[in-house]
Every structure is written in C-alpha cells, then in structure tokens.
C-alpha cells in the first residue's frame, strides 16, 4: 500500500529544517499566515495544519502577536543560567570548552563558509571596525557576539550552532562573565578587535590552519583578561575593606 503524504507534513517538514539549520531562529515572527501561505504557495488549510503539529513540538509558539520561532532551548538555558552565574569555576571551564569548540568550529567554517557566510561575516567585521572608531565598547561587545555567531553558522555543523546559541544568549545576558567589564579595560580593545580580524581573516581566506589557531589565541586571551579583571577586583574589595575594618572593631 502506497502512503500519501500529506501536505501539511511536507509544509511542516520544510519548516523544520529551516529551524534546524538556523535559517529560523529563535524569537523571529514569522509572515502573516496568509501571506507566508502565498509565499509558500500552500493554502491556508495546509499551513495551519503544519503550524499545528510544529506548535505541538514545541519549536514554534502562537500569540496575538503571531507566530515565532519558539525559544526551544530555554529548558536549558535557563537552569543553566542560574547554575553557571558568574562563578570563577564555571567561567574558567566554560572558556576551556570554548577553546576547543571554537578553534575547530573557527576551521571548519574556513573550509565550509559559502559566499553568503563570508559576506555576512565581511559585513560584521566592517560594523565592528566602525564601532571600535566610535569607541563604542557596548556595541563592539554586542558585534563581537555576532561575529562568533556567524562563525558558527559557516561551520555548517548544526550541533555546535544550536548549542554555542544557548551559550551565546548567555553571554549577551552577562551570565558567565561581564563583557562590558572585558571591553572598557585598558588596551584591550585594540587586541580584540585584532583577534576577531585575524579569525575573519583566515576564515574568508580559507585557511584552517590559522583559523583554528587565531580562534584558540583569542579565547586564551580572553580568558586570561578575565582573571586579572577579578584579581583587580578582589584586590580593591581588600582595600576598601581595610578602609571600613573599623567598623568590626570594639569601641568603634
């Protein structure tokens, strides 16, 4: 017996795919249902069908406002938001997986990057030019998180897009470490916007090699920034405290 498919499941497969390839991200609003029915060239019926059992996995969500690209990894980053908040231990492995991830996500994306990958990745490194010229340290921070986005997305290996989006998400929320903090210390955005060029650089020239080494140099420096941040801070909370330890004495 010859089964039909059904075209709503096609509609729905469809969409799937572009949700998991990232071409549908999280949090977009997708067109009104009948002009997204005339742009796929389905009727209504069909697409509401599809919409239907995509809702029921959980990967799209409907409001008043319309239909989005759910926020599917939320049952994990929020838990792990509040695990991993700005903790030493959690920041230190966080950056050591990173390293790893990042160096081969930075070479495949040299060898896998389309022409639509390394405009958009020429595109960001010219923003981020501009905002370093502005001095601008919270839009840098803010380009600087896009930059390792599309990065991931050159790689093409739908694994690492999904999972480096959750911790991206983090980042942006300052969860892990304060990257304002990162960017307004002294000489330190002329080296990131020098480490971010050279993993652009390498990824645009379709060279692996130094891909992967420019991405594990800036991760080390990164992550090396961030400890001497918290050092300096632990020493000034010393300070302050030998200032105010007159407050714990007797007779004060």
Same mark, same amino acid.
Do not use: W
């Given at each position: %017996?010859?089964?039909?498919?059904? /075209?709503?499941?096609?509609?729905?497969?469809?969409?799937?795919? @572009?949700? @998991?390839?990232?071409? &549908?991200?999280?949090?977009?609003?997708?067109?009104?249902?009948?002009? $997204?029915?005339?742009?796929?060239?389905?009727?209504?019926?069909?697409?509401?069908?599809?919409?239907?059992?995509?809702?029921?996995?959980?990967?799209?969500?409907?409001?008043?406002?319309?239909?989005?690209?759910?926020?599917?990894?939320? *049952?994990?980053?929020? *838990?792990?938001?509040?695990?991993?908040?700005?903790? *030493?231990?959690?920041?230190?492995?966080?950056?050591?997986?990173?390293?790893?991830?990042?160096?081969?996500?930075?070479?495949?994306?040299?060898?896998?990057?389309?022409?639509?990958?390394?405009?958009?990745?020429?595109?960001?490194?010219?923003?981020?030019?501009?905002?370093?010229? /502005?001095?601008?340290?919270?839009?840098?921070?803010?380009?600087?998180?896009?930059?390792?986005?599309?990065?991931?997305?050159?790689?093409?290996?739908?694994?690492? $897009?999904?999972? %480096?989006?959750?911790?991206?998400?983090?980042?942006?929320?300052?969860? @892990?470490?304060?990257?304002?903090? $990162?960017?307004?210390?002294?000489?330190?955005?002329?080296? $990131?916007?020098?480490?971010? @060029?050279?993993?652009?650089?390498?990824?645009?020239?379709?060279?692996?090699?130094?891909?992967?080494?420019?991405?594990?140099?800036?991760?080390?420096?990164?992550?090396?920034?961030?400890?001497?941040?918290? &050092?300096?801070?632990?020493?000034?909370?010393?300070?302050?405290?030998?200032?105010?330890?007159?407050?714990?004495?007797?007779?004060?």
């Amino acid at each position: %017996m010859i089964r039909t498919i059904k /075209l709503s499941d096609t509609i729905a497969e469809h969409l799937e795919k @572009l949700i @998991l390839e990232g071409v &549908l991200r999280p949090g977009e609003r997708l067109a009104a249902e009948r002009e $997204l029915a005339d742009r796929l060239q389905v009727s209504r019926v069909s697409l509401r069908e599809a919409l239907e059992k995509l809702q029921q996995k959980g990967l799209l969500s409907t409001s008043k406002a319309g239909t989005v690209v759910a926020q599917f990894l939320d *049952p994990l980053s929020r *838990p792990l938001a509040a695990l991993l908040a700005d903790t *030493p231990r959690a920041t230190a492995d966080y950056l050591e997986y990173r390293r790893i991830i990042e160096a081969q996500a930075a070479a495949m994306a040299a060898t896998r990057a389309t022409a639509v990958d390394r405009q958009a990745i020429q595109a960001c490194c010219a923003a981020m030019r501009e905002a370093h010229v /502005l001095e601008d340290p919270s839009a840098e921070a803010a380009i600087d998180a896009d930059l390792h986005q599309l990065v991931y997305e050159a790689a093409h290996n739908v694994v690492v $897009l999904h999972v %480096m989006r959750v911790f991206s998400e983090l980042l942006r929320n300052d969860v @892990l470490y304060n990257r304002n903090h $990162l960017y307004r210390r002294h000489g330190v955005r002329d080296q $990131l916007l020098a480490q971010h @060029l050279a993993i652009a650089d390498a990824i645009l020239a379709g060279d692996p090699a130094a891909a992967e080494k420019a991405a594990a140099a800036h991760i080390g420096f990164t992550s090396n920034t961030i400890d001497a941040i918290r &050092l300096d801070q632990a020493r000034t909370e010393t300070s302050q405290q030998r200032v105010t330890r007159s407050d714990l004495l007797a007779g004060s």
